[in-house]
Nanobody, 124 residues
């Protein structure tokens, strides 16, 4: 199994940048597909980005494509979400997630392991 801990959230102005990190533990981390989801107050948790175990395949929600970039460093057991050109609608709790497999999973029910989330607030 995998344990996940997010960090890097905070308050940023619209147009600014943040870099979120997810630290993973578990001997099978390098073979897990990793995803980022976000959830605003009163809303459903929604897909943001996913990355294959090798890092050579990624997939993004249309709302963030071109502004957010997912990456991973298997040697350090870290997955990142680089966020640029932030918008107020990016405000949410961001969660990292993991599951075994080779598909770019986009549905939250498809992920097995979850972190506790990190808050991102974007002001206008």
């Amino acid at each position: 199994q995998v344990q996940l801990v997010e960090s890097g959230g905070g308050l940023e102005q619209a147009g600014g940048s943040l870099r979120l990190s997810c630290a993973a533990s578990g001997r099978t981390f390098s073979r897990y597909v990793m995803g980022w989801f976000r959830q605003a107050p009163g809303k459903e948790r929604e897909f943001v980005a996913a990355i294959s175990w090798s890092g050579d395949s990624t997939h993004y929600a249309n709302s963030v494509k071109g502004r957010l970039t997912i990456s991973r460093d298997n040697a350090k057991k870290l997955v990142y979400l680089q966020m640029i050109s932030l918008k107020p609608e990016d405000t949410a709790v961001y969660y990292c997630a993991a599951r075994g497999g080779s598909y770019m999973y986009t549905v939250k029910e498809e992920y097995e392991y979850w972190g506790q989330g990190t808050q991102v607030t974007v002001s206008s």
